[in-house]
């Protein structure tokens, strides 16, 4: 059975802080992907990867970063954070470039005050 | 890119009546178009998916049926029960792509 766990269910941070979320999958799988989702905005992604240390920009990559170190980690990170920047993020993974299912994380609701 | 509109973004209906949400998408390549359902403080999971060279699927009381040539495609739930209940977001992916490209979701509400 796949795992994806997120470091964190609930967050709060202040505007300018520095935020790092992380996800870990426990499938070795090789692609992993970060989303934001907003009330009637659906899932959009902000970065995904293919492989460690190979990050791509998803459609929404403004004012975030990402590290892949490690295979099973996957981190995002807000530089700066902003109000604007509160939202759900969700994690997933999935086995490879093919067509496969993606697997989600439980989600981090971060408030930015 | 590819970009996928999905209505309706919120949709009520009797149990025991049947549901339907539709997806339309832009890019042609597409091969891929899975549904996902997410209960109220949980993950998306999957429900059911489809590939380019079937026009319909059917899992129980839940089906997809893909129009490639309008480009569009649908999820129908029939006998819809109180714990269908929950958002629903249809996704497309191109080949070879990995990722996907999710709709803006439809809050189902199935009253008793």
């Known amino acids: 059975d796949v795992k994806v766990t997120q470091s964190s269910r609930y967050l709060v941070k202040r505007t300018g802080e520095k935020v790092f979320l992380e996800c870990v999958q426990d499938?070795?799988?090789?692609?992993m992907f970060w989303y934001r989702q907003d009330p009637g905005l659906g899932l959009r992604l902000i970065y995904f990867?293919?492989?460690?240390?190979?990050?791509e920009k998803g459609d929404i990559p403004e004012g975030y970063s990402v590290s892949r170190e490690k295979k099973e980690r996957f981190s995002l990170i807000l530089e700066s954070a902003s109000t604007n920047q509160t939202s759900m993020y969700l994690c997933?993974?999935?086995?490879?470039?093919?067509?496969?299912?993606?697997?989600f994380g439980p989600g981090t609701r971060l408030t930015v005050l | 890119g590819e970009n996928v509109e999905q209505h309706p973004s919120t949709l009520s209906v009797q149990e025991g009546d049947s549901a339907v949400i539709k997806c339309t998408y832009s890019?042609?390549?597409?091969?891929?178009f899975p549904w996902y359902k997410q209960e109220l403080g949980k993950r998306p999971q999957l429900i059911i998916d489809?590939?380019?060279?079937?026009g319909e699927k059917k899992d129980q009381r839940i089906a997809v049926t893909l129009n490639k040539t309008a480009k569009h495609f649908s999820l129908h739930i029939t006998e819809t029960q109180p714990e269908d209940s929950a958002v629903y977001f249809c996704?497309?992916?191109?080949?070879?792509?990995?990722?996907?490209?999710f709709g803006q979701g439809t809050e189902l509400s199935v009253k008793p």
């Open positions: 996704a497309a992916s191109i080949p070879q792509g990995g990722k996907l490209i």
């Open positions: 489809i590939r380019s060279n079937v």
């Open positions: 997933a993974s999935v086995r490879d470039r093919g067509i496969n299912e993606q697997f």
């Open positions: 890019d042609s390549a597409s091969n891929y």
């Open positions: 990867s293919y492989d460690v240390k190979m990050k």
């Open positions: 499938m070795d799988h090789e692609n």
